[in-house]
């Protein structure tokens, strides 16, 4: 059974850091993309960062240069290291993979995580 499994969030203020952790199990994910998505409530599920399956990565406009995205396909394990944080950051985050070795699109990711909630407060 294939399954991502994130950790990591909480409660942090406003300019505080935190670092999330999905571990990857089921099936060999070296050769796909895997990615971060977030929702708020009352808002659609968002893109936030991706990696391609050699290691290129990207991310929404508004993390860039404060989020940071890596991999470690020995641990089958995929990170998300969240500095200056926003409260506008705040939503429950998802960690992604699917059959694609690039996708930033939410529709090309099949295996979802069950969420970690980030609260920012101000």
């Known amino acids: 059974q294939v399954q991502l499994v994130e950790s990591g969030g909480g409660l942090v203020q406003a300019g505080g850091s935190l670092r999330l952790s999905c571990v990857a199990s089921?099936?060999?994910?070296?050769?796909?993309?895997m990615g971060w998505f977030r929702q708020a409530p009352g808002n659609e599920r968002e893109f936030v960062a991706a990696i391609s399956w050699n290691g290129n990565t990207y991310y929404r406009d508004s993390v860039k240069g404060r989020f940071t995205i890596s991999r470690d396909n020995a641990e089958n394990t995929l990170y998300l290291q969240m500095n200056s944080l926003k409260p506008e950051d705040t939503a429950v985050y998802y960690c992604?993979?699917?059959?694609?070795?690039?996708?930033?699109?939410?529709?090309?990711?099949?295996?979802w995580g069950q969420g970690t909630q980030v609260t920012v407060s101000s």
């Open positions: 089921g099936r060999t994910f070296t050769r796909y993309a």
């Open positions: 992604a993979t699917g059959w694609k070795s690039y996708s930033t699109s939410a529709a090309d990711f099949g295996i």
